[in-house]
């Protein structure tokens, strides 16, 4: 009997193109990394590009003032925090 076993690179791509065909753009996170000739994000915990966050709310919301947004921009990202060892 044979088995068909998925690998965790095939759901990855997978979930990619999915995404891909609902209008996402895919971008390699190597591309964006803090240490790259393009970074996005200041550290690898950063999870939301903030700048392209600000640009999207501006896009979507453009009747609304700057102050507003950036009130909406910080209600939706996480304050930082530290993780306790005990809590890893």
Known sequence: MTTNKITESEIEQFAIELL???GYQYIYAPDIAPDSDTPERRSFEDVILRDRLRTAVGRINPDISPDAREDAIKQIT???TTISKSQK
């Open 20 to 22: 891909e065909h609902q």
């Open 78 to 80: 996480p304050k930082k």
